[in-house]
């Protein structure tokens, strides 16, 4: 079962487009999953776009958009110990890439970070960043924020607790909060990776890290906001 299904199965899975910071907070889903890395289980944070502003790297395969390369990946992003060449498109792989997004997805994979309200205290729900109407969430003391994602522009989104309930707020009113303490810290440094579909129908996990080291592939750059180029 491909992640995307797998992550079907928890809760449906929303595009992100991430043309503004306000696109990113109306439509980020995150997912919590054992990953296996150097024999070691960890518990991490799954979601389906790059974090920031300015979202990087632009990862650039071939020396034009035409034609294929052959790179190297898994067939497992949970446990990523095995070896498989795929052939791909030549082109840019990014979120803001204009190439058309049905032969590839974009990862990333951080430890989870929780926090615990040490008092009854409330928080913004932004919803809508730049407004003066977003809700208010009241918390408890013992009330835990999990799953810990930055998406841009200084705001954070969590999860509620064992709930499916999604907020977002500016980050430093949780991780600068006195009346929160970090109860669970990440066990494994971030990770980006991309899923690709091969051109034998077959599909690959590569860590971007990893993926700018192999022959054919190089880093592009960020041309303006919302554009990238080689």
Same mark, same amino acid.
């Given at each position: 079962m491909s992640l995307k299904l #797998? &992550?079907?199965s928890v809760t449906s899975v929303l595009a992100v487009t991430a043309v503004s910071a306000t696109s990113i907070h109306a439509e980020a889903v995150s997912y919590r999953l054992d990953m296996t890395r150097d024999g070691i289980v960890h518990e991490m944070v799954v979601y389906d776009f790059w974090s920031g502003e300015y979202p990087g790297p632009v990862v650039a395969i071939g020396k034009t958009d035409k034609g294929s390369t052959v790179i190297r990946g898994s067939t !497992? =992003?949970? @446990? *990523?110990?095995?070896? #498989?060449a795929c052939a791909v498109s030549n082109g840019l792989y990014h979120p803001w890439a204009a190439k058309s997004k049905t032969d590839y997805e974009i990862y990333s994979v951080i430890g989870n970070t929780v926090y615990t309200a040490t008092k009854d205290l409330e928080i913004v729900h932004h919803v809508q960043p730049?407004?003066?109407? @977003? *809700? &208010? =969430?009241? =918390? !408890? #003391? +013992?009330?835990?924020? @999990?799953? !810990?994602? /930055?998406? +841009?522009? +200084?705001?954070?989104? /969590?999860?509620v607790g064992d709930t499916q309930k999604e907020i977002q707020t500016d980050c430093a009113s949780v991780s600068d909060n006195a009346d929160f303490t970090m109860t669970e810290l990440p066990t494994h440094k971030m990770e980006q990776w991309i899923k690709f579909d091969c051109k034998k129908g077959t599909s690959i996990y590569v860590n971007v890290e990893e993926l700018l080291k192999q022959k054919g592939v190089t880093e592009g750059q960020i041309e303006s906001y919302g554009s990238v180029t080689r």
């Open positions: #797998a &992550i079907h !497992s =992003l949970r @446990n *990523p110990t095995n070896d #498989a730049d407004s003066d109407e @977003n *809700p &208010i =969430l009241k =918390l !408890s #003391a +013992g009330e835990k924020l @999990n799953r !810990s994602v /930055y998406l +841009g522009e +200084g705001f954070c989104q /969590y999860v």
